[in-house]
Nanobody, 124 residues
Framework: QEQLVESGGGLVQPGDSLRLSCAAS????????VGWFRQAPGKEREFVAA????????VYDESVKGRFTISGDKGTVNVYLQMNSLKPDDTAVYYC?????????????????WGQGTQVTVSS
C-alpha cells in the first residue's frame, strides 16, 4: 500500500508562485502515473494535472494550462506541481494521486493511491 505525502502549500498573494511536492513512502514515483487534483471549499474535487510514468506527457485542465507545470526530479523519485501566476480561484486543498498504470489519468476514480492534501491559499 503506497502512502503519498504532499508538501509545499501555503499562503501567497495573487501572482505569486508555489511548488508542490509529492513523495511516495519507500519507492520512487517513476513507475506510477501521477495526478494532481484540488478541492475548493464547498466544491467537488477536480482534476488539475496528470503525467504518464516518469512524469512525462503531461496533461492539464484548461484553467491551469500555461501556469502550472508537472515534473519529476532526476529518476522521478518525487513529482512536483509548479504553480505560477496564482489566482484567488486556485485556493484549494491540493492532492496528489498515483496509480501503477502508464497514464496519464484524468479521472480520479482510476487512481489507487492518494495523499492527505496540502492547503494552498491565494489571497491579498
Amino acid at each position: 500500500q503506497e502512502q503519498l505525502v504532499e508538501s509545499g502549500g501555503g499562503l501567497v498573494q495573487p501572482g505569486d508562485s508555489l511548488r508542490l511536492s509529492c513523495a511516495a513512502s519507500g519507492r520512487p514515483l517513476r513507475n506510477y502515473a501521477v495526478g494532481w487534483f484540488r478541492q475548493a471549499p464547498g466544491k467537488e474535487r477536480e482534476f488539475v494535472a496528470a503525467s504518464r510514468r516518469g512524469a512525462v506527457y503531461p496533461v492539464y485542465d484548461e484553467s491551469v494550462k500555461g501556469r502550472f507545470t508537472i515534473s519529476g526530479d532526476k529518476g522521478t523519485v518525487n513529482v512536483y506541481l509548479q504553480m505560477n501566476s496564482l489566482k484567488p480561484d486556485d485556493t484549494a486543498v491540493y492532492y496528489c494521486a498515483a496509480d501503477p498504470s502508464i497514464g496519464p489519468i484524468v479521472v480520479e476514480q482510476e487512481y489507487d493511491y492518494w495523499g492527505q492534501g496540502t492547503q494552498v491559499t491565494v489571497s491579498s
